[in-house]
Nanobody, 130 residues
Framework: QVMLVESGGGSVQAGGSLRLSCVASGFRYSHYNGYSMAWFRQAPGKEREGVAAIDRDRGDRSTYADSVKDRFTISRDNAKNTLYLQMDSLRPEDSAMYYC???????????????????WGQGTQVTVSS
């Protein structure tokens, strides 16, 4: 069973930065580099929203929600089985629980559709104050 553990959340003032990490383990038939990965977030009273996604293997392709484009950067370190989300220029509306998600395989393009992903972490809270 694949396990995903997020970390790096916290409280920060608007304009600040945070770096989220997601460590993956428990692969049975493949390696971490074979998984397409993504970050999602959910604020109280709102639906879960795709934030950023990255292709499997070298992560050559990525996609971002319009609301975070040019502020957030997704990356992966396959040697460490770790997914990252660098968040800069944070805004109060970025406050949410952030989740990483994994799919064993390649999507035609990196996707922000939650239904494609098989495995989910427990989340890490990000709070941005004005």
């Amino acid at each position: 069973q694949v396990m995903l553990v997020e970390s790096g959340g916290g409280s920060v003032q608007a304009g600040g930065s945070l770096r989220l990490s997601c460590v993956a383990s428990g692969f049975r038939y493949s390696h971490y580099n074979g998984y397409s990965m993504a970050w999602f977030r959910q604020a109280p009273g709102k639906e879960r929203e795709g934030v950023a996604a990255i292709d499997r293997d070298r992560g050559d392709r990525s996609t971002y929600a319009d609301s975070v484009k040019d502020r957030f950067t997704i990356s992966r370190d396959n040697a460490k089985n770790t997914l990252y989300l660098q968040m800069d220029s944070l805004r109060p509306e970025d406050s949410a629980m952030y989740y990483c998600a994994a799919l064993g395989g390649r999507l035609p393009t990196p996707s922000l559709t939650a239904g494609y992903y098989e495995y989910w972490g427990q989340g890490t809270q990000v709070t941005v104050s004005s």
